[in-house]
């Protein structure tokens, strides 16, 4: 592991770090990415590509998967490292998305050499890690409002426009919406405190992440829609350097982009059927397969 001193600036702030695990062929089934680790003496040495990596330009190290065995089934041949963002070989280029911010990244690899020590997993033991900092990220990285304005920018909006000649607040339509969305970040907000609890008691969250994550992005998304459409023409200009956290149109044209980021609605939808509520899995017609003789 990182020593110690590492770890207390990544917490301080000191160091930034990202994660680096998304490539273009390998998203939401992260046991499909093609970034080689390759033996090179008492070390390794890596080649290939990330994609939507948050941060990576602004980054001092990451945390990345890696494939060391395209010979065994998929989700058995990836291990788990950490890299310096500033060793040669490394090449960060941001992507502007369509809200016009620049966060994310596409990262390249060219021979990019790591010593041993830098393994966070055993070889061929990364999947297993990997899963492990997702089940955290879905809790840390995204909170009841799934990122968006506070429920109390909702109500304001609600007391002063109008809705068939009265406050929009006075229309069922719109109260029934302002209590679903205020039961469900209450639900979401439990169900992160249990996990934070656990983890504090050396405890490993479980997949009910996935429930935070999804739920609380896709009500953000129709919380949003709901204020575009109360402002009606107000709601249309569009400001890509305002707060997600306080303008409407800019919160609605990133909403997309949450429900991919840390993977995506289905993804999370067979994590949910399978791993809480105990659902037959999905048929997986190369489970088992040799990485490399998967069709590519």
Same mark, same amino acid.
């Given at each position: 592991?990182?020593?110690?001193?590492?770890?207390?600036?990544?917490?301080?702030?000191?160091?930034?770090?990202?994660?680096?695990?998304?490539?273009?062929?390998?998203?939401?089934?992260?046991?499909?990415?093609?970034?080689?680790?390759?033996?090179?003496?008492?070390?390794?040495?890596?080649?290939?590509?990330?994609?939507? #990596?948050?941060?990576?330009?602004?980054?001092?190290?990451?945390?990345?998967?890696?494939?060391?065995?395209?010979?065994?089934?998929?989700?058995?041949?990836?291990?788990?490292?950490?890299?310096?963002?500033?060793?040669?070989?490394?090449?960060?280029?941001?992507?502007?998305?369509?809200?016009?911010?620049?966060?994310?990244?596409?990262?390249?690899f060219d021979d990019v050499r790591l010593?041993?020590?830098?393994?966070?997993?055993?070889?061929?033991?990364?999947?297993?890690?990997?899963?492990?900092?997702?089940?955290?990220?879905?809790y840390v990285a995204t909170d009841s409002?799934?990122?968006?304005?506070?429920?109390?920018?909702?109500?304001?909006?609600?007391?002063t426009v109008q809705v068939n000649g009265?406050?929009?607040?006075?229309?069922?339509?719109?109260?029934?919406?302002?209590?679903?969305?205020?039961?469900?970040?209450?639900?979401?907000?439990?169900? #992160?405190?249990?996990?934070?609890?656990?983890?504090?008691?050396?405890?490993?969250?479980?997949?009910?992440?996935?429930?935070?994550?999804?739920?609380?992005?896709?009500?953000?998304?129709?919380?949003?829609?709901?204020?575009?459409?109360?402002?009606?023409?107000?709601?249309?200009?569009?400001?890509?350097?305002?707060?997600?956290?306080?303008?409407?149109?800019?919160?609605?044209?990133?909403?997309? #982009?949450?429900?991919?980021?840390?993977?995506?609605?289905?993804?999370?939808?067979?994590?949910?059927?399978?791993?809480?509520?105990?659902?037959?899995?999905?048929?997986?017609?190369?489970?088992?397969?040799?990485?490399?003789?998967?069709?590519?």
């Amino acid at each position: 592991m990182p020593g110690a001193g590492r770890r207390a600036k990544a917490l301080s702030g000191e160091e930034i770090w990202c994660q680096l695990f998304s490539e273009p062929a390998a998203g939401s089934d992260l046991a499909g990415l093609r970034l080689r680790a390759e033996p090179d003496g008492n070390g390794w040495k890596l080649n290939g590509q990330k994609l939507w #990596t948050s941060y990576a330009h602004l980054s001092d190290y990451g945390v990345i998967v890696a494939r060391t065995d395209p010979t065994v089934a998929k989700h058995k041949g990836l291990t788990y490292y950490w890299v310096n963002m500033h060793a040669p070989g490394v090449e960060v280029r941001q992507v502007r998305l369509a809200g016009g911010d620049s966060h994310v990244n596409e990262v390249f690899f060219d021979d990019v050499r790591l010593d041993d020590s830098q393994r966070l997993s055993p070889v061929g033991g990364g999947f297993g890690v990997a899963m492990a900092t997702l089940m955290i990220e879905r809790y840390v990285a995204t909170d009841s409002s799934g990122f968006g304005p506070h429920l109390d920018m909702f109500t304001s909006l609600a007391q002063t426009v109008q809705v068939n000649g009265q406050p929009a607040i006075r229309d069922g339509r719109v109260r029934s919406a302002l209590a679903r969305n205020y039961a469900m970040r209450n639900a979401l907000d439990a169900i #992160t405190a249990r996990a934070m609890l656990m983890m504090q008691a050396g405890m490993e969250p479980g997949p009910e992440g996935s429930l935070n994550k999804l739920v609380s992005v896709r009500s953000r998304q129709k919380l949003v829609e709901l204020a575009i459409d109360l402002l009606g023409t107000d709601g249309v200009p569009f400001d890509e350097h305002a707060s997600v956290r306080e303008d409407w149109s800019t919160r609605w044209i990133n909403a997309p #982009t949450g429900r991919i980021a840390g993977g995506a609605d289905e993804m999370l939808l067979n994590t949910i059927a399978e791993r809480i509520l105990g659902l037959p899995q999905d048929h997986r017609p190369y489970k088992g397969v040799p990485f490399n003789a998967i069709p590519a």
